[in-house]
């Protein structure tokens, strides 16, 4: 189509945010990383390359998810672990907060919960910021790597994506077969990975994270959580995934549990307001 005589005017309009953060019920982040500091670790897990483990994190504790051995992705889902419907919203999280999540920022819940199940205390890598690239780290843009995609663009089935490694650690935790757990496998927070959108054609792109063994991301969690999280057959996702190509290291979980009284004043979020009757 040849373009409007007004078009420069048209795409001259300035954006607006669509949702200002300073509409936002801040965390008392400060609360948060006292508590942190002086938790101690209750429960390990390790996820191993090009598989997942899964770990419940009570309400009030702390999720760490640790870079060990080499730089290495992360795809994580979280649940209520007292209702598998409600589960980490990266969608709504993404408009909320932008492309990348950091300190400060919280991971939200689906419909009709839409609450913070987790919000980001500690994160190693905060320094990274957005690069010339428009890169930046620990994406909500991504969805899973799933062998899907893999059969549809590369013709042959793959078993360790992400989305595969997460459906059989929930189908082992739950004791359930893979078939009955994959519906509840949903999009990620893609911990670690360095991510955007290439200017000139907007495509998502990746690139070799910027992880390192010791770095570490942590989350508080707001409600009793069921984590979910698979080390990527991407490893640093810097050439390419759906594949067992790629130097690949496992990453540890710790879920650490914070002194008596260290939390005190902080309440759990209810479920969403809304009343669900939808205009009628
Ligand atoms: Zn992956």
């Known amino acids: 189509m040849s373009e409007p005589n007004d078009a420069a005017a048209r795409r001259a309009v300035e954006p607006v945010i669509c949702y200002p953060t300073n509409d936002f019920p801040q965390p008392d982040l400060t609360l948060y990383q006292r508590a942190a500091a002086s938790a101690v670790v209750a429960v390990e897990a390790t996820a191993q390359p090009r598989e997942a483990s899964c770990l419940e994190v009570p309400a009030g504790s702390f999720l760490r998810i640790t870079s060990v051995e080499g730089a290495q992705v992360g795809d994580l889902n979280l649940f209520n672990a007292a209702d598998l419907s ?4 990266s969608g709504k999280t993404r408009a909320l907060h932008g492309t990348h999540v950091s300190t400060g920022e919280r991971l939200w819940s689906s419909f009709p919960h839409l609450r913070p199940m987790a919000t980001i205390v500690r994160d190693t890598l905060d320094w990274y910021g957005i690069d010339e690239y428009g890169g930046s780290v620990h994406d909500v843009i991504g969805t899973r790597c799933d062998p899907y995609t893999g059969r549809l663009l590369q013709g042959h089935d793959y ?3 992400c989305h595969s490694n997460l459906t059989r650690a929930l189908a ?9 757990a994959e519906p509840h496998i949903h999009d990620v927070l893609n911990v670690f990975m360095c991510t955007g959108f290439t200017r000139e054609t907007g495509q998502y792109f990746m690139k070799a994270s910027p992880v390192r063994p010791g770095d570490y991301i942590e989350l508080f969690a707001e409600i009793d959580m069921l984590a979910v999280l698979s080390a990527c057959p991407g490893g640093d996702c810097g050439a390419e995934h759906t594949s067992d190509t790629a130097p690949c290291y496992p990453l540890h979980m710790s879920v650490r549990t914070p002194v008596e009284g260290a939390l005190s004043g902080w309440v759990p979020p209810e479920r969403n307001a809304y009343d669900g009757t939808h205009g009628r």
């Open 172 to 180: 082992d935790h739950l004791g359930i077969s893979v078939q009955e």
């Open 86 to 89: 409600e589960r980490f919203y």
């Open 159 to 161: 078993h360790h994506c």
